[in-house]
């Protein structure tokens, strides 16, 4: 699977809106861009994900260029709850000898103040 | 909706120890499930893997073994704990229609673990 680059942290005024940038450069074909976050001491929870076109869901909105080599998450109203470690992943999609593993590298930590 | 659920929330066990942590899946059919395990200030590290009943797959050897003995209920084990086996571990399920397909992976609240 394709590794990413996020920014190790982020500060973000609440009521605005948080732009995430990821970097994928080397995206295959058939993966995806999944993001999750975490909050401190719990476990991971799913945002969105999107193979090229733009995806909107009631969380966020994931942005995918058009060479897919990068994505944007928008949190469109950050809230204090929204302080967490955002993760950006990539995985192909279907059988692999990955076993369909999600590999989180270290993330961005996102500081939402009020 | 489908919700999953792990328990003990926390566990402090002594070296040599046995461990049984437990994991269901309600709302859902045949899912797929995982445990994972974060050691402090690191990323997740997938141990186990089951696309159904009595069905594991290992990531990497360990001191641990996992079994699926329903179709929605998931366990992580072992014999003799080490110092080693400290951290947070989650199961996670994801929709088993295709395996491995797009659909993503929801984790559950966690067992953070501590070896004395």
């Known amino acids: 699977d394709a590794k990413t680059t996020q920014p190790p942290s982020m500060d973000c005024a609440e009521g605005r809106a948080a732009n995430l940038p990821c970097n994928h450069s080397?995206?295959?074909?058939?993966?995806?861009v999944y993001w999750y976050r975490q909050i401190h001491s719990q476990g991971p929870q799913y945002i969105i994900h999107g193979l090229k076109n733009n995806e909107t869901n009631e969380m966020a909105s994931l942005i995918i260029t058009e060479d897919r080599k990068s994505s944007t998450l928008i949190l469109p109203h950050a809230t204090l709850r929204d302080t967490a470690v955002y993760y950006c992943?990539?995985?192909?999609?279907?059988?692999?000898?990955?076993?369909?593993?999600?590999?989180f590298g270290a993330g961005t930590q996102v500081v939402v103040t009020p | 909706s489908q919700t999953i659920h792990q328990w003990p929330a926390t566990l402090v066990q002594p070296v040599g120890s046995p461990l049984s942590l437990e994991c269901t899946v309600e709302?859902?059919?045949?899912?797929?499930l995982y445990w994972y395990r974060q050691a402090a200030g690191r990323g997740l590290q997938l141990l186990f893997y089951?696309?159904?009943?009595?069905?594991i797959s290992s990531e990497v050897p360990q001191n641990l073994s996992a079994s699926r003995p329903q179709d929605r209920q998931f366990i992580l084990s072992s014999k003799k704990l080490l110092l080693s086996d400290s951290g947070f571990y989650l199961c996670?399920?994801?929709?088993?229609?295709?395996?491995?397909?797009?659909?993503?992976?929801?984790f559950g609240d966690g067992t953070r673990l501590s070896i004395l």
């Open positions: 996670a399920w994801s929709s088993g229609t295709n395996t491995f397909s797009n659909q993503p992976q929801h």
């Open positions: 089951s696309v159904g009943i009595g069905q």
């Open positions: 080397t995206i295959s074909g058939n993966e995806y």
């Open positions: 992943i990539v995985r192909v999609a279907g059988v692999t000898d990955s076993w369909g593993k999600l590999q």
């Open positions: 709302g859902t059919s045949n899912p797929n």
